[in-house]
């Protein structure tokens, strides 16, 4: 790492040249942050980005003022593959109070900030390959040469004009790009960003980048602003009363990636059945999974008494929204059994250890042996 007070100094003599030249921004919250996560990459891992990103803005507004414009959410495990406004999920509100500068999404960005071409002055691609050190964890940030490139993400057709898959969204155009290799977490480009000229800034390949100070009072504090949005809170609540008791025990069976990984059919189901006969209180068995209806395990679990509940899709909701009541009626469980090495069940975990529940309730990962096994990767909030 450069020295903070050198970082300070490069900083301080690029944005008088720019001062002097008329052209570094003014106003406040006259900049603009956009950021893209890889469109291969799952939700559970992209909304993760946005904790990097927070961090990021943290340390911007230190020195300028900036709004932070949130990206569209995509998955590949969804069949759909339709992209869906950020706040489709979650409140705004309540990550713009703990982040403490205003928020909006891409979509009214492009409606009302810019909604003429070009709706972005600057993208900074970003890649990830620098090899790490095996002894010791470094920073580095090195440009690169972008070239044209038939499967790039982004094409620079003319100048002043680079088209791309913005979001999935028709018609959105950037004025320049420049590509830098990365190593590091989302601060170290923070003297960059600030530097730059431009009034709104898209951070491409956003997941490129290490998650600041994981598990700190600040990490904490802005993993709990991301609530759901109220409508998907208001499901879940609404099919947990219909059709839950109030003491059950929920899995999170993930099987359509990871069936190579999974347990043995047989060793689910034990597990399964030990949960429910050691712990009478537990009255039903919620099975959130992406698995087909004729999977061998939901065809063995249809045997248990109780029988498994299932969360039935409808038209009401997307295929997104469907897993984030699943993951809410997961949370709310008075046991809950995940699947190992899972984003979809760390988010569960994560949002049972905010809530204050017992850890003894929430870590428990399928694997091969009838009593089950504890996910040793744990992690108290610090709030």
């Known amino acids: 790492n450069f020295p903070k007070m050198v970082w300070k100094g490069w900083l301080s003599l690029l944005v008088v040249a720019q001062l002097a030249a008329g052209t570094a921004p003014t106003g406040r919250y006259s900049r603009y942050l956009l950021y893209t996560v890889n469109p291969g990459e799952g939700f559970n891992l992209a909304r993760d980005v946005y904790l990097r990103i927070a961090f990021l803005m943290k340390e911007l507004n230190k020195e300028q003022h900036w709004t932070l414009v949130l990206p569209s959410f995509g998955n590949p495990h969804w069949r759909n593959r339709q992209y869906e406004p950020f706040d489709t999920f979650f409140q705004l509100d309540s990550l713009a109070k703990t982040l403490g500068c205003p928020i909006m999404t891409v979509q009214e960005y492009l409606a009302t900030v810019r909604p003429k071409q070009p709706q972005i002055d600057q993208v900074f691609h970003f890649q990830l390959k620098f090899k790490r050190p095996p002894t010791s964890f470094y920073t580095r940030v090195q440009e690169c040469d972008y070239g044209p490139h038939p499967n790039a993400q982004y094409q620079i057709n003319s100048p002043e004009r680079v088209e791309g898959t913005f979001w999935r969204l028709p018609h959105v155009v ?162 809950f059994i995940g699947t190992k090495d899972s984003t979809f069940t760390f988010r569960i975990q994560e949002e049972r250890d905010l809530a204050g529940l017992d850890p003894g309730t929430t870590h428990e990962v399928l694997c091969e042996e009838a009593i089950g096994c504890e996910n040793k990767q744990r992690w108290k909030p610090k709030l």
């Open 174 to 335: 950037a004025r320049d790009l420049q590509c830098y290799h990365v190593l590091g977490d989302s601060l170290v480009i923070a003297p960059l960003l600030l530097a730059s000229s431009a009034q709104s800034v898209l951070i491409a390949r956003a997941e490129a980048f290490a998650q600041p100070k994981f598990g700190s009072e600040l990490f904490w504090q802005l993993r709990a602003s991301m609530q759901f949005a109220p409508a998907l809170r208001a499901a879940a609540l609404a099919f947990q009363q219909h059709r839950l008791p109030s003491s059950y025990l929920a899995v999170h069976l993930r099987r359509r990636d990871f069936i190579r990984r999974s347990p043995s059919t047989s060793s689910i189901v034990q597990q399964l059945q030990h949960a429910l006969v050691s712990d009478t209180s537990l009255e039903a068995l919620f099975v959130a999974t992406d698995a087909e209806a004729d999977d061998p395990v939901l065809v063995e679990l249809a045997k248990l008494v109780p029988a498994p509940i299932r969360l039935a899709v409808d038209q009401t909701w997307s295929v997104g929204q469907v897993a984030i009541i699943e993951q809410i009626v997961c949370s709310n469980a008075a046991k």
